[in-house]
């Protein structure tokens, strides 16, 4: 992994730069003092160190056990109690060419379309449930939970139980009582560890095992940027904040592999839901490119210049197909007969930064040599902890998301909820 | 169909709406006189008038031909040649519970990953192609046309070219040129239609009659729309340059159903890329909720107040689930026991929209009875027309993308294209 500011700082003069570095070193300091906001949340910072071999093998046996038991797993879970291990199964695995059990999820909607599709997909295989919820009253997946455990309670009678898997906190809790009365496999979600900072507990690991993903390489990966990437994340946390500084408040964040979809959704909820807060912060975007090219592309080429981007470009997608010599130049592709698609896909990538740059969007450009489990740890722990010195850059708390009750509250009263 | 401006329009003054009503409806007369900028492309206008009995018949005994002989349509097509058919068949079929012919999409991004993934998928299936470019030198669908027409002879030999549709402009393009040449079954796409505004020329309407949808309802739907909604269109256009002249500058397109998310997806083409230019233009946004109030719902909440959201309100989704009543009320939520999640649903909805009224976010709502072929064509005519009057408000030419060509003339030339 690196980072490139060329073609952001250039936007600015150099002392500003300077002086926001000034300010991220701090606010890194400030993180590292556990002393700023939100401080009962920076469970997240020493997560990879504290891991457990045991932890890590007890999770890799249930994975093993529900790999052996089921077709499918269904993953009940809503923000980031299901979108990091989504991400991380999209980016590392074949998701098309599904081999093993596949993950779907559930409990992230109220949709009954979509339940009722679940549910008609299920018929006629085999699966189990990983429920993921701290306190287990959250609506989407309660709801999620309740139904989809009569559907397999219908279908395995007693043999149920040995098909649901609890991911919670450790003493408090709907969930947690549930899961104890009935016996249920468990999982520990540390309580001082938010939503969307939990990818490499529990919430994160188990689907991701399921999906036959290395996880011991992904929190070596962690562990790795927990001790090598500070500078990294000071400068990603400098430059966006330097943007900001410019009204430059839309960051939209690029790739060229489709795969990186749902790493794109997973920081959207990672920056969005820790920044934006007191009338402030910026707005996370993402493209995924060259197919937003023919869509967001106009708007970003020449739209509000209120916007700036941050690449994340795989170096190397481990593809080898080129593009064939079909003695026809009729298409008049023969400028690239023979050339690999990763090739023209990289030149697509530098040419659109180009375009852009002169187009006055700034461009922060963070490359990945090669997209494995090891990699994407080191991705997950950098993007957090640049998002915890961003916060306090801002001077927000990055680790709380007091405006996600509004909604809520509005529509228990509407629903006629005891105590609304 | 039906729009509710309500608890948008309480954010300004009365006079202030009821001036730009006043602009909305010049640039409508602007748009009918074919006068206004970019009046070559008005062909969609009149196209659900002027598609043919005769037309819709011929489109639909070729699906019928592809359905016969393939469990595959491999779509090659990027930005508005892909984009509105995706949109219709997410939204009109079920994906996850697939029957007849499955659509699955190439040609709109470079990625080698991707590429390989699907040739690996089809390796043991029957596939026909369906290409479609207007000029055939667009580079992502050329390239996929290239290596997938190649899979598709090593497959199937001298009968591959019956397992080949072209769709393309009538005389002009090397696509068209290839097409005559090897006598393919080709389909013409009007010279006086933009990529995307073209979901009703055969674009759209091959691949999302192959995925087994009535595609004359989806016309009549249109049709519909152009004889009935233009003062919904004046309504939605005003409404969103209100928001825009009070610095809304972020419009949040919202479902709260998840196969309405390339809907979404469609919509921020259709904006983003006729609005995006002389640095002007409102940035199209899209969350899939409630999926996305654990995400993004934060930044919406209490984030920088420069947003607006238009909800595209599903009312029936045809489901009939309830949650369950199960003798045992340790999740709480023995409250919506019995309940539709159709009625949870709405009351998130419902909810959601308040607690946003009240967190400085206008809202504008647009209300569908029920998502059938006839709806969607309903909503493609709406949405484009709206398109077209906002775009002459803000006094762009909103049948063009002089922005697109950026990125193409940085790539061709690190790409030795002949000429660049």
Chains 1, 2 share one sequence.
Not at 146 to 165: D, G, S, W
Not at 242 to 250: D, F, Q, R, V
Not at 361 to 383: C, R, W
Request: some cysteine.
């Amino acid at each position: 992994m690196r980072i490139n500011l060329d073609d952001c700082i250039s936007f600015a003069k150099e002392s500003e730069f300077d002086n926001i570095v000034i300010k991220a070193r701090q606010a890194n300091e400030l993180l590292k003092s556990r002393k700023g906001k939100g401080s009962d949340f920076l469970g997240w910072m020493d997560l990879p160190d504290k891991i457990t071999d045991e932890e890590i093998q007890n999770i890799t046996v249930t994975a093993k056990k529900i790999q052996m038991q089921s077709d499918v797993l269904v993953v009940i879970g809503i923000g980031g109690s299901y979108l990091g291990a989504r991400a991380a199964i999209e980016a590392l695995t074949d998701t098309l060419n599904k081999k093993g059990t596949e993950v779907i999820y559930v409990g992230n909607n109220i949709s009954g379309k979509y339940v009722e599709s679940v549910l008609e997909y299920l018929k006629d295989k085999d699966y189990s449930l990983n429920v993921i919820s701290k306190s287990g009253t959250t609506t989407e997946p309660a709801i999620a939970f309740r139904i989809f455990r009569e559907a397999l309670y219908e279908k395995y009678q007693n043999e149920a139980k040995n098909r649901i898997y609890v991911t919670t906190d450790k003493k408090t809790g709907s969930l947690r009582k549930i899961s104890d009365k009935e016996n249920y496999i468990s999982f520990e979600i540390p309580s001082d560890v938010g939503g969307r900072y939990s990818v490499l507990t529990p919430c994160g690991l188990l689907p991701i095992a399921v999906a036959g993903i290395d996880i011991k390489q992904m929190v070596d990966g962690a562990r790795y940027s927990l001790n090598n990437c500070e500078e990294m994340c000071i400068q990603y946390a400098s430059a966006r904040n330097l943007m900001y500084s410019l009204n430059k408040t839309i960051e939209i964040m690029v790739n060229y592999d489709p795969s990186l979809h749902y790493l794109t959704e997973w920081w959207k909820q990672l920056y969005g839901e820790s920044e934006g807060k007191e009338n402030k912060g910026i707005f996370p975007a993402g493209v995924d490119n060259t197919t937003d090219l023919h869509s967001m592309g106009q708007y970003i080429q020449e739209g509000i210049r209120n916007i700036f981007e941050t690449v994340v470009y795989l170096k190397d997608d481990m593809s080898s197909i080129c593009i064939p010599d079909t003695n026809d130049n009729s298409d008049g592709l023969d400028y690239i007969k023979n050339k690999q698609l990763q090739y023209v896909n990289k030149m697509a990538m530098k040419g659109t930064k180009l375009a852009h740059v002169n187009g006055n969007v700034p461009v922060i450009f963070i490359e990945i040599e090669k997209m494995d489990a090891f990699t994407y740890g080191q991705i997950v722990y950098f993007f957090e902890k640049a998002c915890g010195i961003s916060g306090y850059i801002l001077d927000v708390n990055p680790f709380d998301q007091p405006g996600v009750e509004a909604y809520k509250k509005s529509m228990f009263k509407l629903l006629g909820k005891p105590g609304y």
